[in-house]
């Protein structure tokens, strides 16, 4: 038996209405922010990822799904969404757009080589938003406003905003020396990559997975000692504006993230529901000023966020939050004997057309399976149609859940059943 790749699953019936309520959910709050959906392909030149996320990060190094196509291209699949719809917002002049930011929202799956565990699969589908061509540290609270306010309409409740600020150019140029002082005379006992990343990417050591516990992680010099007094005052106007949005926050300076565009504002929101596992990041975020420029278009600033529906899902789980989504069919045709079978098909597709949920027998069930049947898939009502009815020309309609039942003409099923 073959079986499914590691670190992917199926979303199974039962299962897919909460994916679908999520995202559902999750578009409307954007249309009310006026962001509008764009699709990017799955796949797209290596090269978009090295330079757009950053050749030093373990996604570039380690997570990415590579593939040489039968012209001898290098094609990645995505292993995320900003990179794709900064290509695109350069790739298509959306930066000549008198309106200013562009507000985009994606979603749609990602692919990381990563060891599966709670929360961390190799396939994964995020959603996510990205507003760019504005420098307004408002649109910094804006962007966060939106996952925030999806967060709690889905009914989450302990989520944990934490932001921080990476700077300017100036101010991470500061921070990459002292970080470099700070690692150089004992780097020999860090990891291989992190002896790699010291000169390159000094920033990357404070995010690595496999020295995280070494006690100079801990006492490593913090970037807001560093920061420019612009980027100290748009990390002190980001905060204001989120105040004045009432949404909570705490500041935490070691939060540096797993990608290299990340400039000023950055942020995750945590879950710190019981029994949410190891991993507690939701949704992982910030402004990536210099990312339009580096893929060839101008000098335009970006934020955004993106969030996976498998981890949401796991927190909404953790904390017992029930989706109220919608299962199971409006109306259920039972049908005895051969004439009435043959009718049946007609009347059933007239229900459909009218916008009812319906369904009938296919497997010549005896009518109490029939029933039997109706009430697994959840029908409100049964229609029942012998042949005594039909020649009646009625319909006996039955509410599942009472068990009440009356006579209705079948040139009112449909009229009767949209009223109710
Ligand atoms: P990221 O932090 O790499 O950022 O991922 C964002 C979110 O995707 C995570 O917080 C998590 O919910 C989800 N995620 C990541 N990896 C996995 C995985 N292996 N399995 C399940 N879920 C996962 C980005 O991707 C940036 N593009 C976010 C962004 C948008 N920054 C600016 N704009």
Same mark, same amino acid.
């Given at each position: 038996?073959?079986?499914?790749?590691?670190?992917?699953?199926?979303?199974?019936?039962?299962?897919?209405?909460?994916?679908?309520?999520?995202?559902?959910?999750?578009?409307?709050?954007?249309?009310?922010?006026?962001?509008?959906?764009?699709?990017?392909?799955?796949?797209?030149?290596?090269?978009?990822?090295?330079?757009?996320?950053?050749?030093?990060?373990?996604?570039?190094?380690?997570?990415?799904?590579?593939?040489?196509?039968?012209?001898?291209?290098?094609?990645?699949?995505?292993?995320?969404?900003?990179?794709?719809?900064?290509?695109?917002?350069?790739?298509?002049?959306?930066?000549?757009?008198?309106?200013?930011?562009?507000?985009?929202?994606?979603?749609?799956?990602?692919?990381?080589?990563?060891?599966?565990?709670?929360?961390?699969?190799?396939?994964?589908?995020?959603?996510?938003?990205?507003?760019?061509?504005?420098?307004?540290?408002?649109?910094?609270?804006?962007?966060?406003?939106?996952?925030?306010?999806?967060?709690?309409?889905?009914?989450?409740?302990?989520?944990?905003?934490?932001?921080?600020?990476?700077?300017?150019?100036?101010?991470?140029?500061?921070?990459?020396?002292?970080?470099?002082?700070?690692?150089?005379?004992?780097?020999?006992?860090?990891?291989?990559?992190?002896?790699?990343?010291? =000169?390159?990417?000094?920033? +990357?050591? !404070? &995010?690595?997975?496999?020295?995280?516990?070494? *006690?100079? %992680?801990?006492? @490593?010099?913090?970037?807001?000692?560093?920061?420019?007094?612009?980027?100290?005052?748009?990390?002190?106007?980001?905060?204001?504006?989120?105040?004045?949005?009432?949404?909570?926050?705490?500041? =935490?300076?070691?939060?540096? +993230?797993? !990608? &290299?565009?990340?400039?000023?504002?950055?942020? *995750?929101? %945590?879950?710190? @529901?019981?029994?949410?596992?190891?991993?507690?990041?939701?949704?992982?975020?910030?402004?990536?000023?210099?990312?339009?420029?580096?893929?060839?278009?101008?000098?335009?600033?970006?934020?955004?966020?993106?969030?996976?529906?498998?981890? !949401?899902?796991?927190?909404?789980?953790?904390?017992?939050?029930?989706?109220?989504?919608?299962?199971?069919?409006?109306?259920?045709?039972?049908?005895?004997?051969?004439?009435?079978?043959?009718?049946?098909?007609?009347?059933?597709?007239?229900?459909?057309?009218?916008?009812?949920?319906?369904?009938?027998?296919?497997?010549?069930?005896?009518?109490?399976?029939?029933?039997?049947?109706?009430?697994?898939?959840?029908?409100?009502?049964?229609?029942?149609?012998?042949?005594?009815?039909?020649?009646?020309?009625?319909?006996?309609?039955?509410?599942?859940?009472?068990?009440?039942?009356?006579?209705?003409?079948?040139?009112?099923?449909?009229?009767?059943?949209?009223?109710?």
């Amino acid at each position: 038996m073959i079986q499914i790749p590691r670190g992917t699953q199926d979303i199974l019936p039962g299962t897919v209405e909460k994916w679908q309520w999520i995202e559902q959910t999750a578009k409307e709050v954007c249309r009310t922010y006026n962001y509008s959906e764009i699709r990017t392909p799955i796949f797209e030149h290596t090269e978009l990822f090295q330079r757009g996320v950053g050749d030093t990060t373990d996604i570039v190094q380690k997570e990415m799904y590579t593939f040489e196509d039968r012209g001898g291209r290098s094609l990645t699949l995505r292993p995320e969404g900003t990179a794709s719809v900064v290509r695109s917002y350069v790739e298509n002049k959306m930066y000549g757009d008198p309106n200013q930011p562009v507000k985009l929202f994606y979603t749609g799956p990602m692919f990381r080589y990563e060891r599966p565990q709670a929360g961390r699969f190799r396939q994964f589908v995020q959603f996510g938003v990205e507003a760019i061509g504005s420098e307004d540290p408002a649109i910094d609270a804006e962007v966060i406003s939106i996952v925030m306010t999806i967060f709690k309409k889905l009914g989450l409740k302990n989520i944990q905003l934490v932001i921080n600020s990476l700077g300017d150019k100036e101010s991470r140029l500061a921070h990459r020396e002292a970080l470099i002082q700070h690692f150089k005379p004992r780097i020999g006992e860090f990891c291989a990559d992190c002896q790699n990343r010291l =000169d390159k990417n000094p920033l +990357r050591i !404070l &995010d690595c997975k496999k020295d995280r516990d070494h *006690e100079l %992680m801990k006492t @490593a010099p913090s970037i807001l000692d560093y920061l420019t007094e612009p980027s100290r005052k748009f990390f002190d106007k980001v905060q204001f504006y989120l105040k004045e949005l009432g949404i909570e926050f705490i500041v =935490d300076p070691t939060l540096v +993230r797993g !990608l &290299d565009y990340y400039h000023h504002t950055a942020f *995750e929101v %945590m879950s710190n @529901a019981e029994g949410f596992g190891a991993i507690t990041t939701l949704c992982g975020g910030g402004r990536y000023n210099g990312l339009v420029q580096d893929l060839g278009g101008p000098e335009m600033p970006g934020i955004g966020f993106a969030f996976s529906i498998e981890r !949401l899902l796991q927190a909404l789980e953790a904390e017992k939050v029930e989706l109220s989504v919608e299962r199971g069919l409006d109306c259920f045709l039972v049908s005895l004997g051969e004439e009435a079978k043959d009718y049946s098909v007609k009347l059933l597709q007239e229900l459909r057309h009218a916008g009812i949920r319906a369904d009938k027998d296919y497997q010549d069930r005896k009518m109490k399976a029939q029933l039997k049947q109706a009430d697994r898939l959840g029908a409100r009502f049964a229609a029942i149609l012998g042949e005594d009815e039909l020649k009646k020309q009625v319909v006996v309609l039955k509410q599942m859940e009472t068990g009440e039942q009356r006579e209705v003409p079948i040139d009112r099923l449909v009229s009767e059943l949209k009223e109710i």
